[in-house]
Protein backbone atom coordinates (compact mmCIF):
# COMPACT_ATOMS: atom_id res chain seq x y z
CA UNK A 1 0.00 0.00 0.00
CA UNK A 2 1.08 3.76 -0.06
CA UNK A 3 1.29 4.87 2.97
CA UNK A 4 1.98 8.23 4.80
CA UNK A 5 3.40 7.67 8.32
CA UNK A 6 3.17 9.98 11.56
CA UNK A 7 4.86 9.49 14.61
CA UNK A 8 7.01 11.21 16.54
CA UNK A 9 8.70 9.66 19.61
CA UNK A 10 10.74 6.26 20.23
CA UNK A 11 7.48 4.00 20.91
CA UNK A 12 6.33 4.72 16.63
CA UNK A 13 9.63 3.95 15.45
CA UNK A 14 8.88 0.31 15.60
CA UNK A 15 5.86 0.42 13.54
CA UNK A 16 7.98 2.52 10.94
CA UNK A 17 10.39 0.13 10.60
CA UNK A 18 7.38 -3.05 10.18
CA UNK A 19 5.92 -1.13 7.26
CA UNK A 20 9.53 -0.72 5.69
CA UNK A 21 10.21 -4.72 6.32
CA UNK A 22 6.78 -5.46 5.03
CA UNK A 23 7.03 -3.76 1.61
CA UNK A 24 4.98 -1.17 2.33
CA UNK A 25 5.98 2.43 0.11
CA UNK A 26 6.14 4.72 3.14
CA UNK A 27 5.90 7.96 0.64
CA UNK A 28 6.20 10.50 3.27
CA UNK A 29 6.95 10.44 6.84
CA UNK A 30 5.23 13.41 9.05
CA UNK A 31 6.37 14.23 12.48
CA UNK A 32 6.78 16.92 14.99
CA UNK A 33 9.78 19.54 13.98
CA UNK A 34 12.93 19.36 15.82
CA UNK A 35 12.98 20.55 19.07
CA UNK A 36 15.83 21.86 21.51
CA UNK A 37 17.16 19.03 23.33
CA UNK A 38 20.39 18.41 25.47
CA UNK A 39 23.55 20.25 27.01
CA UNK A 40 23.85 22.25 24.04
CA UNK A 41 20.08 23.06 23.55
CA UNK A 42 20.01 22.32 19.88
CA UNK A 43 17.56 21.41 18.07
CA UNK A 44 17.22 17.40 17.72
CA UNK A 45 14.76 15.89 15.22
CA UNK A 46 12.64 13.32 17.00
CA UNK A 47 13.23 9.42 17.01
CA UNK A 48 11.07 8.99 14.28
CA UNK A 49 12.62 12.14 11.84
CA UNK A 50 15.66 10.27 12.48
CA UNK A 51 15.01 7.07 11.48
CA UNK A 52 12.81 8.17 8.38
CA UNK A 53 16.39 10.06 7.07
CA UNK A 54 18.25 7.29 7.41
CA UNK A 55 15.98 5.07 5.74
CA UNK A 56 16.15 7.72 3.01
CA UNK A 57 12.13 8.88 3.68
CA UNK A 58 10.25 12.31 2.72
CA UNK A 59 10.13 13.82 6.16
CA UNK A 60 7.79 16.57 6.32
CA UNK A 61 6.89 18.50 9.81
CA UNK A 62 3.84 21.20 9.66
CA UNK A 63 2.89 22.93 12.92
CA UNK A 64 -0.49 22.19 12.83
CA UNK A 65 -2.92 21.63 9.67
CA UNK A 66 -4.52 25.06 9.51
CA UNK A 67 -2.39 26.38 6.73
CA UNK A 68 -4.39 25.04 3.36
CA UNK A 69 -0.95 24.71 1.72
CA UNK A 70 -0.39 21.95 4.70
CA UNK A 71 -3.59 19.96 3.74
CA UNK A 72 -3.39 20.39 -0.11
CA UNK A 73 0.20 19.16 0.14
CA UNK A 74 -1.66 16.01 2.37
CA UNK A 75 -4.03 15.23 0.27
CA UNK A 76 -1.69 15.51 -3.23
CA UNK A 77 0.00 12.29 -1.95
CA UNK A 78 -3.23 9.94 -2.62
CA UNK A 79 -2.33 7.75 -0.14
CA UNK A 80 -4.07 4.45 0.30
CA UNK A 81 -3.81 4.71 4.47
CA UNK A 82 -1.90 6.88 6.76
CA UNK A 83 -0.91 5.36 9.76
CA UNK A 84 -0.67 7.67 12.96
CA UNK A 85 1.18 6.37 16.32
CA UNK A 86 1.91 9.22 18.98
CA UNK A 87 2.00 11.73 16.35
CA UNK A 88 1.37 14.62 18.61
CA UNK A 89 -1.82 16.86 16.64
CA UNK A 90 -4.67 16.74 16.40
CA UNK A 91 -5.62 15.84 12.82
CA UNK A 92 -8.53 17.75 11.09
CA UNK A 93 -11.58 15.86 9.48
CA UNK A 94 -9.97 16.68 6.06
CA UNK A 95 -6.75 15.44 6.64
CA UNK A 96 -8.42 11.91 8.30
CA UNK A 97 -10.46 11.33 5.26
CA UNK A 98 -7.74 12.31 2.97
CA UNK A 99 -6.43 8.99 2.30
CA UNK A 100 -8.52 6.28 0.70
CA UNK A 101 -8.87 4.10 4.04
CA UNK A 102 -8.76 7.15 5.71
CA UNK A 103 -6.64 7.11 8.94
CA UNK A 104 -5.12 4.26 11.26
CA UNK A 105 -4.54 4.91 14.98
CA UNK A 106 -2.05 2.72 17.05
CA UNK A 107 -3.57 2.93 20.29
CA UNK A 108 -1.49 1.83 23.66
CA UNK A 109 -4.44 0.68 25.45
CA UNK A 110 -8.11 -1.54 25.38
CA UNK A 111 -10.49 0.93 24.02
CA UNK A 112 -12.39 2.84 24.78
CA UNK A 113 -10.18 2.53 28.81
CA UNK A 114 -7.31 4.95 28.40
CA UNK A 115 -8.49 7.07 25.61
CA UNK A 116 -5.88 10.33 25.46
CA UNK A 117 -2.18 10.51 25.85
CA UNK A 118 -0.63 8.47 29.01
CA UNK A 119 -2.63 5.37 28.44
CA UNK A 120 0.52 2.90 29.39
CA UNK A 121 1.16 5.12 32.78
CA UNK A 122 -2.45 5.18 33.55
CA UNK A 123 -3.18 1.81 33.15
CA UNK A 124 0.29 0.72 35.28
CA UNK A 125 -1.06 3.58 38.20
CA UNK A 126 -4.27 2.22 38.20
CA UNK A 127 -3.48 -1.30 38.95
CA UNK A 128 -4.83 -3.05 35.20
CA UNK A 129 -3.61 -6.43 35.27
CA UNK A 130 -4.26 -6.63 31.26
CA UNK A 131 -3.54 -3.56 28.22
CA UNK A 132 -3.01 -4.05 24.85
CA UNK A 133 -3.20 -2.53 21.20
CA UNK A 134 -6.15 -1.13 19.29
CA UNK A 135 -5.93 -0.32 15.72
CA UNK A 136 -8.88 2.10 15.54
CA UNK A 137 -9.82 3.69 12.73
CA UNK A 138 -9.58 8.12 13.46
CA UNK A 139 -12.54 10.21 13.33
CA UNK A 140 -12.88 13.53 14.87
CA UNK A 141 -13.68 12.54 18.61
CA UNK A 142 -10.58 11.86 21.15
CA UNK A 143 -9.65 8.27 20.13
CA UNK A 144 -13.35 7.52 19.87
CA UNK A 145 -13.34 5.76 16.33
CA UNK A 146 -13.86 2.18 15.78
CA UNK A 147 -11.40 -0.57 16.82
CA UNK A 148 -10.14 -2.90 13.50
CA UNK A 149 -8.16 -5.07 15.18
CA UNK A 150 -7.28 -5.49 19.07
CA UNK A 151 -3.81 -7.54 20.43
CA UNK A 152 -4.20 -8.12 24.17
CA UNK A 153 -0.71 -8.91 26.54
CA UNK A 154 -0.40 -8.87 30.88
CA UNK A 155 0.76 -6.57 32.94
CA UNK A 156 2.99 -8.23 34.82
CA UNK A 157 3.52 -7.25 38.73
CA UNK A 158 7.42 -5.99 37.39
CA UNK A 159 6.14 -4.01 34.38
CA UNK A 160 7.20 -0.63 35.00
CA UNK A 161 5.89 2.12 32.01
CA UNK A 162 9.42 1.36 30.27
CA UNK A 163 9.04 -2.35 29.93
CA UNK A 164 5.87 -2.26 28.71
CA UNK A 165 6.32 0.23 26.46
CA UNK A 166 8.32 -1.28 24.78
CA UNK A 167 6.37 -4.40 24.52
CA UNK A 168 3.47 -2.15 23.19
CA UNK A 169 5.81 -0.84 20.79
CA UNK A 170 6.76 -3.75 18.98
CA UNK A 171 3.02 -5.48 19.11
CA UNK A 172 1.39 -2.04 17.81
CA UNK A 173 4.35 -2.61 15.05
CA UNK A 174 3.13 -6.31 14.34
CA UNK A 175 -0.62 -5.49 15.16
CA UNK A 176 -0.49 -2.55 12.07
CA UNK A 177 1.23 -4.48 9.86
CA UNK A 178 -1.63 -7.33 10.11
CA UNK A 179 -4.14 -4.69 9.75
CA UNK A 180 -2.88 -3.73 6.67
CA UNK A 181 -2.61 -7.28 5.50
CA UNK A 182 -6.18 -7.92 5.90
CA UNK A 183 -7.67 -4.35 5.75
CA UNK A 184 -10.39 -5.14 3.51
CA UNK A 185 -11.51 -8.05 5.67
CA UNK A 186 -11.55 -6.37 9.09
CA UNK A 187 -14.98 -4.94 10.46
CA UNK A 188 -14.96 -1.98 12.32
CA UNK A 189 -16.13 -2.89 16.41
CA UNK A 190 -17.84 0.77 17.45
CA UNK A 191 -16.47 1.26 21.11
CA UNK A 192 -18.62 0.44 23.97
CA UNK A 193 -20.11 3.42 25.34
CA UNK A 194 -19.49 2.05 29.16
CA UNK A 195 -15.81 1.71 31.01
CA UNK A 196 -14.70 4.80 28.47
CA UNK A 197 -11.83 6.42 30.89
CA UNK A 198 -9.22 9.29 29.98
CA UNK A 199 -5.75 9.02 30.05
CA UNK A 200 -4.29 12.58 31.21
CA UNK A 201 -1.34 13.79 30.38
CA UNK A 202 1.34 13.10 33.53
CA UNK A 203 1.96 16.29 35.64
CA UNK A 204 5.14 16.32 37.95
CA UNK A 205 3.28 17.12 40.42
CA UNK A 206 2.40 13.95 40.53
CA UNK A 207 5.12 12.24 41.19
CA UNK A 208 5.76 12.53 45.00
CA UNK A 209 5.45 9.25 47.02
CA UNK A 210 2.83 9.15 49.66
CA UNK A 211 4.16 6.35 51.95
CA UNK A 212 0.69 6.05 54.11
CA UNK A 213 -1.29 4.16 51.01
CA UNK A 214 -1.18 0.65 50.50
CA UNK A 215 1.88 -0.74 49.79
CA UNK A 216 0.35 -2.19 46.27
CA UNK A 217 -0.94 1.43 45.29
CA UNK A 218 2.66 2.66 45.95
CA UNK A 219 4.25 0.18 43.99
CA UNK A 220 1.62 1.06 41.07
CA UNK A 221 2.60 4.80 41.38
CA UNK A 222 6.11 4.25 41.13
CA UNK A 223 5.78 1.80 38.39
CA UNK A 224 3.73 3.72 36.55
CA UNK A 225 5.72 6.80 36.84
CA UNK A 226 9.20 5.08 35.74
CA UNK A 227 11.14 5.66 34.03
CA UNK A 228 9.70 8.95 33.50
CA UNK A 229 9.01 11.53 35.31
CA UNK A 230 10.11 9.21 38.18
CA UNK A 231 8.66 9.02 41.43
CA UNK A 232 10.43 10.46 44.34
CA UNK A 233 10.52 10.69 48.21
CA UNK A 234 12.94 13.00 50.87
CA UNK A 235 15.15 11.37 52.69
CA UNK A 236 17.68 13.85 54.87
CA UNK A 237 16.28 16.62 52.59
CA UNK A 238 17.77 14.55 49.38
CA UNK A 239 15.14 13.81 46.63
CA UNK A 240 15.50 10.15 45.59
CA UNK A 241 13.40 8.76 42.42
CA UNK A 242 12.27 5.23 42.81
CA UNK A 243 12.23 3.32 39.91
CA UNK A 244 11.36 -0.37 41.18
CA UNK A 245 10.09 -1.90 44.02
CA UNK A 246 8.78 -5.45 44.83
CA UNK A 247 6.51 -6.05 47.42
CA UNK A 248 7.40 -7.24 51.00
CA UNK A 249 5.01 -8.62 53.51
CA UNK A 250 6.98 -6.66 56.69
CA UNK A 251 5.20 -3.78 58.56
CA UNK A 252 6.21 -0.77 60.35
CA UNK A 253 5.23 2.87 60.64
CA UNK A 254 4.83 3.97 57.03
CA UNK A 255 7.87 5.63 55.26
CA UNK A 256 10.44 4.48 57.49
CA UNK A 257 13.12 2.14 56.90
CA UNK A 258 12.57 -1.48 58.39
CA UNK A 259 15.27 -3.45 56.44
CA UNK A 260 18.18 -3.52 54.07
CA UNK A 261 19.12 -2.72 51.77
CA UNK A 262 15.90 -0.84 51.28
CA UNK A 263 12.78 -1.41 52.77
CA UNK A 264 9.94 1.34 53.07
CA UNK A 265 7.17 0.42 54.86
CA UNK A 266 3.73 1.76 53.47
CA UNK A 267 0.05 2.13 54.96
CA UNK A 268 -0.26 -1.89 55.18
CA UNK A 269 2.84 -3.87 54.36
CA UNK A 270 6.01 -2.58 52.59
CA UNK A 271 8.44 -2.34 49.38
CA UNK A 272 11.58 -3.66 48.80
CA UNK A 273 13.49 -1.01 46.57
CA UNK A 274 15.38 -2.54 43.55
CA UNK A 275 16.26 0.40 41.33
CA UNK A 276 16.65 3.95 42.20
CA UNK A 277 18.38 7.54 41.34
CA UNK A 278 19.76 10.23 43.23
CA UNK A 279 19.82 13.72 43.28
CA UNK A 280 22.47 14.54 40.11
CA UNK A 281 23.30 10.60 39.34
CA UNK A 282 21.94 8.17 36.86
CA UNK A 283 19.66 5.03 37.79
CA UNK A 284 21.40 2.40 40.08
CA UNK A 285 20.39 -1.08 41.33
CA UNK A 286 19.50 -1.06 45.34
CA UNK A 287 22.92 -2.40 45.88
CA UNK A 288 25.27 0.23 44.20
CA UNK A 289 23.26 3.15 45.50
CA UNK A 290 23.70 1.99 48.85
CA UNK A 291 27.31 2.29 49.04
CA UNK A 292 28.01 5.55 50.26
CA UNK A 293 24.12 6.45 51.32
CA UNK A 294 23.64 5.88 55.00
CA UNK A 295 20.38 5.02 55.67
CA UNK A 296 19.66 3.62 58.98
CA UNK A 297 16.65 1.34 59.81
CA UNK A 298 14.30 3.33 61.55
CA UNK A 299 14.90 6.69 59.06
CA UNK A 300 11.90 8.21 57.68
CA UNK A 301 11.78 9.08 53.93
CA UNK A 302 8.56 11.88 53.61
Known sequence: MRVIFMGTPDFSVSALRALLSAGHEVIAVYSQPPRPAGRGKKDRPSPVHQFAMES????????????????DDFS????DVAVVVAYGLLLPKTILDAPKHGCLNIHASLLPRWRGAAPIHRAIMAGDKETGIG??????GLDTGPVL??????????DTTGSLHNKLSILGAKAIVEALDNLTALTPTPQSDEGVTYANKID???????????????KNHIHGLSPFPG???????????????????????????IGDPLIIACGDKSLSVINAQRAGKGPMNIDDLMRGFDIKNGSVFT
Not at 56 to 71: A, Y
Not at 76 to 79: P, R, V
Not at 149 to 158: D, Q, T, V
Not at 206 to 217: G, L, P, V
Request: no cysteine; hydrophobic share 45%; charged share 35%.
Open 231 to 257: AWTLINDERLKVLAVKMDDRTGAAGTK
Open 149 to 158: LEKRIPIEAA
Open 135 to 140: IMQMEA
Open 56 to 71: GLEVRHPINFKDQKDI
Open 204 to 218: KAEAHINWDEKAEKV
Open 76 to 79: ALEA
